[in-house]
């Protein structure tokens, strides 16, 4: 890369002197990792990510800004290079993240709804490594949470379907809607493939049906006998009668309406938050 990405001076880096020295770097480190390709919200970011091989790896030149930043938001920022605008971050990146989200949870440098991002993004890296004493903790403190990000809420949701506390997950997903998604089309998008698992689940334990249990490469028999301790702290499925938000929402807004035009949809689509397939450093 040649050009600074703030004035498009030519350069020997991503950033010339002049807006190195004025740049907020740690928002502006915020900004890159958040960026949505192809947007047109910032033309000549949209032309660097054209020379990239992905797109997306755009995200990735936090890694190359953020030196200076405090260890704290250095850690924060350096994730969200990693999982963008997703709710988690690669499999492949975990071990990695842990690191990160341990030098970073607890620091000042970060506002209450960065630690829940950071947070949500732990809750799904725990739930699927079968850490369920380190995620329910985890899922305790978003749950008390004021405000969440989509994605955690997205992650609560799922990690009480996984065990088996389907009312709490309800309340999960209500909370979500709460949370003024309602101009984040992939966010949506994320919500009824929600409402769908939530109510596949239900249906299936009050048939008595296979629930889930962990299905680790190793260890499943230990990971089962330890998984039913969930089962004291379920409510209890319920069977028919659950009217999730999608079926019964009604918006004013012209965007929603199941009649909404292609033309429609592709104009307002230029504030979906892509999901992303990204690989760990």
């Not at 480190?29 to 958040?34: F, L, M, S």
């Not at 004021?146 to 990690?159: D, G, I, M, T, V």
């Not at 089309?185 to 048939?207: G, P, V």
Request: aromatic share 10%; with cysteine.
């Amino acid at each position: 890369m040649t050009s600074c990405i703030l004035c498009g001076k030519e350069t020997g880096s991503c950033l010339c002197e002049n807006c190195r020295n004025e740049a907020d770097l740690a928002q502006l480190c915020v900004d890159i990792a958040t960026y949505r390709p192809g947007c047109g919200e910032h033309p000549l970011w949209d032309a660097v990510c054209q020379t990239l091989r992905t797109p997306y790896h755009f995200k990735n030149l936090v890694f190359a800004l953020s030196d200076q930043l405090s260890v704290g938001r250095k850690s924060y920022v350096r994730v969200l290079g990693i999982a963008g605008n997703a709710a988690n971050v690669p499999k492949d990146s975990r071990q990695w993240f842990y690191a990160r989200y341990a030098e970073a949870k607890d620091t000042e440098a970060l506002t209450a709804l960065e630690k829940m991002r950071l947070n949500g993004l732990a809750l799904g890296a725990l739930y699927m490594d079968y850490r369920y004493d380190e995620a329910e903790r985890v899922a305790n403190t978003l749950y008390a949470a004021e405000y969440l990000p989509w994605q955690a809420s997205f992650n609560l949701a799922k990690y009480y379907v996984v065990t088996r506390r389907y009312e709490q997950a309800v309340k999960a997903v209500k909370a979500f809607v709460k949370k003024d998604h309602e101009n984040d089309l992939f966010a949506l998008s994320q919500l009824e493939k929600l409402e769908k698992d939530i109510s596949d689940a239900m249906k299936k334990a009050a048939a008595g049906k296979g629930e889930y249990l962990p299905n680790p490469k190793e260890g499943r028999d230990e990971q089962n006998k330890v998984f039913p301790r969930f089962e004291g702290r379920m409510p209890g499925a319920k069977s028919g009668g659950m009217e999730f938000w999608s079926t019964k929402r009604r918006h004013s807004r012209k965007l929603y309406r199941k009649d909404a035009s292609v033309k429609e949809l592709s104009r307002s689509s230029q504030r979906l938050c892509c999901p992303e397939r990204v690989t760990g450093p």
